[in-house]
T-cell receptor, first 113, second 113 residues
């Protein structure tokens, strides 16, 4: 029973490099989300998806792109990494019903040097 | 836009005692959901308890209970019989239409033996 799995768990990048974070869920959830958590703060929504083939901007979308080609996967891309993107990234998924909670992955710690 | 405020950056409590965490929110929505998530040092985001705004009865989950005051836009969490494993960051979160969560800044709870 994997739930929400994030790959990788840790990564160090140099400024200007690109990378993709992968999120996979096995609960057949319609909705998926990407958040970032900076030190001493709550999570902030980057992008989200309400279904396969759909994406939408959240609170802090600049510098990130996402894709949801398959229902179970949600990818977060950084085209040209910046030090300000150093953070812990969380993926989450949920059913469409409002009273259903979001289920979170274990997070990816990303450092941009 | 919704905002969630947790006014207590840090709380400490003796083992077996009770601690109450405050959360206030601002919204013009009438139908919404409120959640408390726990984030231990392992970094996982774990659902503690949820409340549906249309329900007047306060939610309870074992040692965790909430005091939901809709008119005051207040949603506090009470942890009874505190245990060492309750040491964690606690985040209050709000969800309205669109299934997007808005998080507060968190309260760090330290349970002392």
């Amino acid at each position: 029973n994997a739930g929400v799995t994030q790959t990788p768990k840790f990564r160090v990048l140099k400024t200007g490099q690109s990378m993709t974070l992968l999120c996979a869920q096995d609960m057949n959830h319609e909705y998926m989300y990407w958040y970032r958590q900076d030190p001493g703060m709550g999570l902030r929504l980057i992008h989200y998806s309400v279904g396969e083939g759909t994406t939408a901007k959240g609170e802090v979308p600049d510098g990130y792109n996402v894709s949801r080609l398959k229902k179970q996967n949600f990818l977060l891309g950084l085209e040209s990494a910046a030090p300000s993107q150093t953070s812990v990234y969380f993926c989450a998924s949920s059913y469409w019903r409002g009273n259903q909670p979001q289920h979170f992955g274990d997070g990816t710690r990303l450092s941009i040097l | 836009a919704q905002t969630v405020t947790q006014s207590q950056p840090e709380m400490s409590v003796q083992e077996a005692e009770t601690v109450t965490l405050s959360c206030t929110y601002d919204t013009s929505e009438n139908n919404y959901y409120l959640f408390w998530y726990k984030q231990p040092p392992s970094r996982q985001m774990i659902l503690v308890i949820r409340q549906e705004a249309y329900k007047q009865q306060n939610a309870t989950e074992n040692r965790f209970s909430v005091n939901f005051q809709k008119a005051a836009k207040s949603f506090s969490l009470k942890i009874s019989d505190s245990q060492l494993g309750d040491t964690a960051m606690y985040f209050c979160a709000f969800k309205a239409a669109g299934n997007k969560l808005t998080f507060g800044g968190g309260t760090r709870v330290l349970v002392k033996p």
